[in-house]
């Protein structure tokens, strides 16, 4: 089955500890992006990767990492979380089309950020 | 980067034709317009996607102006499962700015 899959789903931690959200697809995907949610912002683009080892910044990259190093995966970092990155995230992946066209996005479950 | 305005939110009956339009002047030449529905806990699903006119899948319509300045969804005989919110995307490839998206509440 087609899916983009993110890890963990839940997470309560504290200020300063580092922590890793994973995302990985299995559709041999070229683009993959990490957005954030919260209520009343929509969602907002963190970082987005053209293909491997090609990032870039979104709208909101402040206090985030990514890497892309295999082509399904694309990990996203907090060095050192705090309270303000408390939100909802969701990885993305899609087809890089012709003319830059928008190819459909195929979003995983989201991964659900507690930091204290 | 083309940024859109959509209605915060709409109300409906069942049975009822709903349409949601969404504002972006500044789309670019190459951009295409692209229709996302999210459901509570979920991730955002593709719902359709077009470039100028009319698009029309098993599940919506999407009416594209002329100019492309906006872009209209069209929800034929919704029902309470279509309760959920509704993006409009504009953009090419690389950076996407999602509106705030439309919550649409559909009533028996």
């Known amino acids: 089955e087609a899916q983009v899959t993110q890890n963990p789903r839940y997470l309560i931690t504290v200020t300063g500890k580092k922590l890793t959200v994973t995302c990985s697809q299995n559709?041999?995907?070229?683009?993959m992006s990490w957005y954030r949610q919260d209520p009343g912002l929509g969602l907002r683009q963190i970082y987005y990767s053209m293909n491997v080892e090609v990032t870039d910044k979104g709208d909101v990259p402040e206090g985030y990492k990514v890497s892309r190093k295999e082509k399904r995966n694309f990990p996203l970092i907090l060095e050192s979380p705090s309270p303000n990155q408390t939100s909802l995230y969701f990885c993305a992946s899609s087809r890089q089309g012709h003319f830059n066209s928008n190819q459909p996005q195929h979003f995983g479950d989201g991964t659900r950020l507690s930091i204290l | 980067l083309a940024k859109t305005t959509q209605p915060i939110s709409m109300d409906s009956y069942e049975g009822q034709e709903v349409n949601i339009t969404c504002s972006h002047n500044?789309?670019?030449?190459?951009?295409?317009i692209t229709w996302y529905q999210q459901f509570p806990s979920q991730g955002p699903r593709f719902i359709i996607q077009g470039y100028k006119t009319k698009v029309t899948n098993e599940v919506a319509s999407l009416f594209i102006p002329a100019d492309r300045k906006s872009s209209t969804l069209s929800l034929p005989r919704v029902s309470l499962s279509d309760t959920a919110v509704y993006y409009c995307l504009v953009g090419d490839i690389g950076k996407l700015i999602f509106g705030q998206g439309t919550e649409l509440s559909v009533k028996p």
């Open positions: 500044n789309i670019a030449t190459n951009d295409y």
């Open positions: 559709m041999n995907h070229e683009y």
